[in-house]
């Protein structure tokens, strides 16, 4: 079973910037799909980006579409989520999953295998 632990999360002013990781346990995480949810107080986890396991192809949530990018780097078994022109609205805990067998469903959360702990992300306006 793959670990995923997050990193990087922090307080950042509105219109800044923060680069989460996602580093994984095994090297199986390669073959598997990923992606990054958020969840805020009070609200349900909510997709914001999806990456294949080769990293050909990316997803977003509208939100976030032109200020995050998802990458990953398979030789050192890591995803990325770069965050730009931070908004009050994206604090959340930010999580990674992990999915097995990629699907059309890429955006719930129900898809995914593994999960990490989650990174805090708060940002001040």
């Known amino acids: 079973q793959v670990q995923l632990v997050e990193s990087g999360g922090g307080l950042v002013q509105a219109g800044g910037s923060l680069r989460l990781s996602c580093a994984a346990s095994e090297r199986t995480f390669s073959s598997y799909a990923m992606g990054w949810f958020r969840q805020a107080p009070g609200q349900e986890r909510e997709f914001v980006a999806a990456?294949?396991?080769?990293?050909?192809?990316?997803y977003y949530a509208d939100s976030v579409k032109g200020r995050f990018t998802i990458s990953r780097d398979n030789a050192k078994n890591t995803m990325y989520l770069q965050m730009n022109s931070l908004k009050p609205e994206d604090t959340a805990i930010y999580y990674c999953?992990?999915?097995?067998?990629?699907?059309?469903?890429?955006?719930?959360?129900?898809?995914?295998?593994?999960w990490g702990q989650g990174t805090q992300v708060t940002v001040s306006s």
């Open positions: 999953g992990a999915d097995k067998y990629w699907s059309d469903y890429y955006y719930m959360s129900s898809a995914y295998d593994y």
């Open positions: 990456i294949t396991w080769n990293g050909r192809n990316t």
